[in-house]
């Protein structure tokens, strides 16, 4: 999950000293996440939905050949069982439900998701606003054509592209999205000069999402060097996943936050 560099046990009581629920926090903007974003739950078709899946995806044994294009697995080969695969997926359980929250609440039109894999994240934002147009960008053929497959009749709205981060935004032109989800690559250097190449994709009230922020030494420097930059306003610690919205508007502040 974390590479050992990281003092994870260290890191998370750190966390837990200092996240903060709604008492103490006077932006109206972060007190209405943790008063009414964290707050929202799956409906019932929703969870049934996002069960069944999960039920499917972690007894599912076929064999894949994954190409990592980024920082790889820490405990997985090249060839991996689409149950190993989602065993070790961070957008289920608690984050891929922060992830519904914060489609359901915020309802944006534009989602880009950096690394598909099985889809757990893709499924979890087309839930929380079936309207939301989706874009995700998966490298490994073989991921992408499973997770093409698997959600062909639970998604709508979805573009499934295979290519690298670097070759997609290459090719895009001055597309805005209002959520952008970074989860993948899990590389310091790489997700710092996405992050720059991402800035002309992005408004004032973007909504960045980077997953595994913790994940090595060189990812947590990253997400310290932005936190700190002056392009984000708004910067949420959730422990694994960390938000940055521009907000020029808002004095910056940076939060410590338990996601519910």
């Known amino acids: ?16 000293w200092n996240a903060k629920g709604r008492h103490g926090i006077h932006s109206p903007f972060v007190y209405d996440l943790v008063d009414k974003v964290f707050k929202i739950d799956f409906s019932i078709s929703d969870s049934n939905l996002l069960n069944q899946s999960f039920k499917s995806l972690e007894s599912n044994k076929q064999t894949i050949n994954v190409k990592d294009f980024g920082a790889g ?4 080969g090249s060839q991996r069982t689409i149950q190993q695969i989602f065993k070790i997926s961070s957008s289920k359980g608690h984050y891929g439900k922060i992830l519904y929250q914060l489609s359901h609440f915020f309802q944006p039109k534009n989602i880009l998701e950096f690394g598909t894999s099985l889809g757990i994240g893709t499924l979890h934002f087309h839930l929380g606003c079936p309207k939301s147009k989706i874009t995700t960008v998966e490298a490994c053929p073989e991921t992408l054509s499973f997770t093409r497959q698997f959600l062909k009749d639970k998604v709508s709205n979805v573009s499934f592209i295979e290519s690298t981060f670097n070759d ?7 597309e805005k999205y209002d959520l952008i989800f970074v989860d993948g690559h899990h590389d ?3 997700t710092i000069d996405y992050m720059q190449q991402l ?4 408004h004032n009230d973007t909504i960045f ?4 922020i913790r994940w090595s030494d060189g990812m947590y420097e990253a997400w310290n ?6 392009k984000y306003n708004v910067s949420i610690d959730l422990f694994r996943m960390g938000i940055l919205i521009p907000r020029k508007q808002q ?10």
């Open 199 to 202: 800035e002309i994709h992005s």
């Open 251 to 260: 004095e910056k502040e940076h939060f410590v936050l338990r996601g519910k």
């Open 209 to 212: 999402i980077l997953d595994d």
């Open 73 to 76: 697995s820490h405990k997985l």
């Open 188 to 190: 310091g250097k790489a």
């Open 168 to 174: 997609f935004l290459s090719q895009q032109s001055t």
């Open 225 to 230: 060097e932005l936190r700190n930059s002056d």
């Open 1 to 16: 999950m974390f590479l050992c560099s990281v003092n994870i046990v260290f890191e998370y009581i750190k966390y837990k």
